[in-house]
């Protein structure tokens, strides 16, 4: 029997680790087994990586010893970092800085970065459309990691750049329909007629998953994923119809996202005015056909929406 080649896999209790891990733990002949990276392995979902056969180890980005040895030994490698958990692009560079060496000095043979655009080259930081944040970025989440990418190759890292996308799955949480003044839900966004590019984080788990399994197809190279392009209506028209009760579309203007005043408020309405205003640079390095060759499984907003319908707590 081969010996299967360990992934270690970081932030793998949230969503994009934890996609991946499943991924995984779903193809029994993958050839690949988990070595999962949480700061809490003694929480639940720790717990519940377990179970699916996962090696669960700690390791915390800001203790590069930690990231050594939790990559020590394996084959590749999912790398990724949480802007929102203090919202400091400044942090987040540094903790990929630290995850580039550390994957360099033990040799990973496939890493995968989650990363995203320079917004700047679309919004230049003297393009007074948005707010410059943090001192030198227009959507530091974005920025941030693009400036980062280099650390990979500066160590010798071979490295799939994974561009990811809105999640579908923040329509659960921080961009969920609200209940307007007239009772209907809505969906607010400052995108005008735009097309949103969405994902379900499960795909980023089974593309990644794809990628490892090509070998060395995808290294060096920056594969931008999506599931589908979508207006904001037509979004509205298919929660409606998913949720069985009338979902709107109220667009905002860009200030007004921005002053809504909810935390990160400045940055998600860069963000999403820089999905707008670039909608042709964004969407179109997100070449659908070709993702769903490196993924068949991709789904589209209505397959997504079809099997989480009950996530939605709308009161």
């Known amino acids: 029997m081969t010996e299967q080649r360990i992934v270690t896999v970081f932030g793998a209790t949230g969503h994009q680790g934890g996609s991946l891990v499943r991924a995984i733990h779903a193809d029994r002949d993958s050839g690949f087994v ?11 979902r720790a717990k519940e990586l377990e179970r699916l056969g996962a090696e669960v180890v700690r390791a915390d980005l800001d203790d590069e010893e930690s990231l050594v040895a939790a ?33 360099g000095h033990v040799g990973v043979q496939h890493a995968i970065w989650s990363t995203l655009e320079d917004t700047r080259e679309c919004i230049p930081l003297d393009d007074d459309r948005m707010p410059t944040l943090q001192g030198s970025y227009k959507v530091p989440h974005f920025d941030g990691k693009a400036e980062a990418d280099h650390y990979f190759t500066d160590a010798g890292v071979p490295t799939t750049f994974l561009r990811t996308t809105f999640f579908w799955e923040n329509l659960f ?51 931008s994923i999506a599931g589908e392009h979508l207006p904001l209506a ?3 028209a298919a ?10 579309y109220r667009p905002l203007t860009p200030d007004a996202f921005r002053a809504l005043g909810f935390p990160g408020a400045d940055e998600a309405g860069n963000m999403f005015q820089f999905y707008a205003d670039c ?7 997100r070449d659908l056909d070709a993702v769903r060759a490196i993924n068949p499984a991709l789904q589209d907003f209505s397959t997504w929406l079809a099997a989480h319908r009950d996530e939605f707590h709308v009161a």
């Open 239 to 248: 929660l409606s119809e998913s949720l069985g009760q009338p979902v709107r």
């Open 173 to 223: 949480g921080a961009f969920a329909p609200q209940r307007g003044e007239d009772g209907t839900l809505e969906l607010s966004f400052p995108m005008g007629d735009r097309k949103l590019a969405g994902i379900g984080v499960d795909d980023v788990g089974k593309t990644a998953l794809a990628i490892l399994k090509r070998g060395t197809d995808f290294i060096p190279a920056t594969v």
């Open 234 to 236: 037509d979004m509205a």
């Open 34 to 44: 988990v070595r999962a990276v949480t700061r809490r392995p003694d929480s639940d």
């Open 279 to 285: 909608e042709d640079h964004f969407t179109g390095a």
């Open 71 to 103: 990559l020590e030994g394996a084959y590749g490698a999912y790398l990724v970092t949480n802007f929102w958990e203090d919202m400091d692009a400044a942090h987040e560079k540094a903790q990929a800085e630290a995850l580039a060496r550390a994957a």
